[in-house]
């Protein structure tokens, strides 16, 4: 059965939509639209990931276009051992890495604070919920200062809200690595943002190694995404 013939019974016959292994089983299977809806259904997840591991819109932009086109043409390789938006996110997050390690030997670009205005393309850039913009700017920073793996770790399991276990799939590594990597990265933005807590006055605290704990998580809330719970 088609995308095409499930789409059109679930308005017919009350049938459920068709499920993301069903839409990678039609793709492979020559039809067209299977795909396209797949995209439709993850790609604002995609974009946030991609934005938040590489920091910039338009990198972030080509990092999604290649991942999916990689995606695209080898569905077939896709053996469900794990869920398909885990398989989506891998290849995303792979896209990202290599991109961020190609530019590795220039300084590190701050991420874009929307002050100025050109013809580039706007994507649905999650929103941030810190109502002081400049907090906002201060925290993507830090964020974007991260070592790589840190700074994807962080974006898929402090930002994004997976699992840990579902973090380590996307990143083909241990789930240990993932809360090390977490636990490392959330303790430099620590050192970081740690003026933040407490205002002007605690700016003298930056870098004292007893205002780190061990399993803190961001000093002020990181700019996210959509809540995954409602993605379930």
Request: charged content about 25%.
């Amino acid at each position: 059965m088609t995308f095409r013939e499930v789409s059109a019974g679930v308005a017919g016959a009350g049938e459920t939509a068709p499920t993301d292994a069903e839409l990678i089983r039609a793709h492979v299977d020559g039809d067209t639209g299977a795909f396209a809806e797949l995209v439709r259904r993850h790609r604002d997840r995609l974009w946030a990931v991609a934005l938040r591991t590489v920091g910039d819109r338009e990198e972030a932009a080509d990092a999604v276009q290649d991942a999916l086109l990689n995606a695209h043409r080898n569905a077939a390789r896709f053996r469900g051992d794990s869920a398909v938006t885990t398989w989506l996110h891998r290849i995303v997050v792979n896209a990202c890495l290599d991109r961020i390690r190609r530019r590795q030997a220039h300084p590190t670009v701050p991420l874009p604070d929307g002050s100025h205005s050109d013809d580039r393309p706007t994507g649905p850039e999650p929103a941030a919920p810190l109502p002081d913009q400049d907090t906002v700017l201060v925290v993507r920073d830090a964020l974007a200062a991260l070592p790589t793996e840190q700074r994807a770790a962080i974006v898929l399991v402090d930002v994004q809200g997976y699992p840990v276990a579902e973090a380590a799939e996307m990143l083909g590594v241990a789930e240990g690595t993932v809360k090390s990597r977490c636990a490392r990265g959330r303790a430099r933005m620590a050192i970081s943002l740690g003026y933040l807590r407490g205002g002007p006055g605690q700016a003298g605290n930056r870098g004292g190694r007893g205002s780190v704990p061990s399993e803190s998580a961001a000093v002020v809330p990181l700019p996210n995404g959509h809540d995954r719970r409602d993605q379930r």
